[in-house]
C-alpha cells in the first residue's frame, strides 16, 4: 500500500524526485496502452493511489514501485532513474594507467 500524500515540507528534491519517479511510470503505463484501472488490477493498488503516485503526490514505498514496475514489465532501476555523472568528479584512471610494479623488483 502506498504512504500517505507527501508532507507539505517534504524537500523540494524529494518532491522533484517523487514527480521525476512518477513521469517514468505514467510514461511506461501510457506506451503499454494499459489504463490506471488496468494497472490497478494487476498490482492490488488502487487506481487513486497509483494515480497520485503518477503525479508525485505521495510517497510509495520501495515495495509499492517494485509492485508497479513488475506489472510494467521494467527494471526498478529504470523507475528511480539512472544517475547522472558528476561532470566535477575526478576522472577515474582507465586500466593499466597505474604505476609499473615491475619496474620496482
Request: charged letters at 20%.
Amino acid at each position: 500500500m502506498a504512504r500517505p500524500p507527501a508532507h507539505p515540507d517534504t524537500p523540494p528534491d524529494t518532491a522533484l524526485l517523487l514527480s521525476e519517479v512518477g513521469a517514468r511510470l505514467r510514461q511506461a503505463r501510457i506506451a503499454q496502452g494499459m489504463n490506471l484501472h488496468q494497472l490497478a488490477r494487476l498490482t492490488g493498488i488502487s487506481a487513486p493511489a497509483l494515480s497520485l503516485i503518477e503525479t508525485g503526490k505521495r510517497d510509495p514505498r520501495l515495495s509499492t514501485l517494485g509492485r508497479v514496475a513488475r506489472a510494467l514489465r521494467m527494471p526498478l532501476s529504470d523507475v528511480m532513474g539512472h544517475p547522472q555523472p558528476d561532470p566535477d568528479a575526478p576522472a577515474q584512471p582507465a586500466p593499466g594507467d597505474g604505476y609499473d610494479l615491475d619496474a620496482y623488483r
